[in-house]
Nanobody
């Protein structure tokens, strides 16, 4: 069982930056692929980024490539999402998720956090 808690969301102007945090409990954090998804109002939850067990491999949605960076610190049981050059269309609730192997599909993830709101004003 993995419990995930996101933080770091907030209100930012277009062009600004935010860093999201996802803290996990348990001693098996390093055995999970970690991912970020987001859900905008009235839309489906979409894949944003994922990172492998040791952080060697990362994966991004085309819409955030070059602007967002996913990273992890297994000693701190934490995964991060650095978001730069934010756009109003990045406004969404951002969720952290975990599963044993890589997948961009939300239905395949076993564990989810409660989400953190990111609002980008124009």
């Amino acid at each position: 069982q993995v419990q995930l808690v996101e933080s770091g969301g907030g209100l930012v102007q277009a062009g600004g930056s935010l860093r999201l945090f996802c803290a996990a409990n348990g001693r098996t954090f390093s055995s999970y692929f970690m991912a970020w998804f987001r859900q905008a109002p009235g839309k489906e939850r979409m894949f944003v980024a994922a990172i492998s067990w040791t952080g060697t491999n990362t994966y991004y949605a085309d819409s955030v490539k070059g602007r967002f960076t996913i990273s992890r610190d297994n000693a701190k049981n934490t995964v991060y999402l650095q978001m730069n050059s934010l756009k109003p269309e990045d406004t969404a609730v951002y969720y952290c998720a975990a599963r044993k192997t890589y997948s961009p599909y939300e239905t395949s993830y076993d564990y989810w956090g409660q989400g953190t709101q990111v609002t980008v004003s124009s």
